[in-house]
C-alpha cells in the first residue's frame, strides 16, 4: 500500500461547480498535512495545511480526519484558474515528506 | 524577494559525465531537501539537510550526491548521470519541521 494515495483523475468540472478531493495516507503517526498545488510541470505551491479542526480558506476548505486517516479539500464555486494538479503531502514526523501523486482538475466553461 | 533559486534551470548531459545542479536559498532556512518528479510516481525525495554539515538519504538517494557546507546552499551532485535519471528535479527549503516548504523553479535533466 502506498505511504499517500489520491486518486489521479482527471476530473472535468464545469465552472461553478463544487469539487472534493481525498487523500488516505498510511501511517498513523503522521502529524503535518499539506495541500499544495501545481500548475502544468511549474513548482508545488502550498495551497493550505489542513489542521484537525478543519480550516477553511476562501473558496477552499481543508479537513483531517485521523481516525480513518484520510484530508480531504473542496473547492466551492470553481474556477478557470483553479485547473491545476492538487498534491496531498503527509510529514511523518521527521524531515520526511510524503507526496500523493496528484489529482488532476480541469475547470470547463 | 525570498526565493529558493536552481540552476541551470534546462540541462542536457551525455551517460556518464558528472554535473551539478545548485540550489540556493534566502530565507535563512534550517531544512532543505531535492526532489525528483516523474510521471506517475509523482515528487520523490532524494536527499534532506536539516542544517549545515547534517544530510540524510530520502526514499531514492541511489546515483546522487549532496552537500551543505553553507545554510544558504545546497547542490545536488550526480557522478556518473545515467539514462533513468532523465526527470524533473526540485530543490525545497522550509524554516522548521511542520512549516510549508517553498520549492525552486525546477530543474529539466535529460541524460542521453
Known amino acids: 500500500r502506498k505511504e499517500v494515495e489520491q486518486d489521479p483523475g482527471p476530473f472535468n468540472v464545469p465552472e461553478g461547480a463544487t469539487v472534493a478531493f481525498n487523500c488516505t495516507y498510511s501511517?498513523?503517526?503522521?502529524?503535518?498535512f499539506f495541500w499544495y498545488r501545481q500548475d502544468c510541470r511549474k513548482e508545488p505551491k502550498l495551497l493550505m495545511s489542513?489542521?484537525?479542526s478543519g480550516n477553511e480558506d476562501g473558496r477552499f476548505t481543508a479537513q483531517l480526519n485521523r481516525a480513518s486517516q484520510y484530508i480531504s479539500l473542496l473547492i466551492r464555486d470553481s474556477k478557470l484558474s483553479d485547473s491545476a494538479t492538487y498534491l496531498c503531502?503527509?510529514?511523518?514526523?521527521?524531515?520526511?515528506?510524503?507526496f500523493g501523486t496528484g489529482t488532476r482538475l480541469t475547470i470547463i466553461p | 524577494e525570498a526565493q529558493v533559486t536552481q540552476n541551470p534551470r534546462y540541462l542536457i548531459t551525455v551517460t556518464g559525465k558528472k554535473l551539478t545542479v545548485t540550489c540556493s536559498q534566502n530565507?535563512?532556512?534550517?531544512?532543505m531537501s531535492w526532489y525528483r518528479q516523474d510521471p506517475g510516481l509523482g515528487l520523490r525525495q532524494i536527499y534532506y539537510?536539516?542544517?549545515?554539515?547534517?544530510?540524510d538519504k530520502g526514499d531514492v538517494p541511489e546515483g546522487y550526491k549532496v552537500s551543505r557546507k553553507e545554510k544558504r546552499n545546497f547542490p545536488l551532485i550526480l557522478e556518473s548521470p545515467s539514462p533513468n535519471q532523465t526527470s524533473l528535479y526540485f530543490c525545497?527549503?522550509?524554516?522548521?519541521?511542520?512549516?510549508?516548504?517553498?520549492f525552486g523553479p525546477g530543474t529539466r535533466l535529460l541524460v542521453l
Open positions: 525545497a527549503s522550509r524554516r522548521y519541521r511542520g512549516e510549508t516548504q517553498y
Open positions: 501511517n498513523s503517526a503522521s502529524q503535518s
Open positions: 489542513v489542521y484537525s
Open positions: 503531502v503527509v510529514e511523518f514526523g521527521n524531515e520526511k515528506l510524503t
Open positions: 530565507m535563512n532556512h534550517e531544512y
Open positions: 539537510s536539516m542544517n549545515v554539515e547534517v544530510t
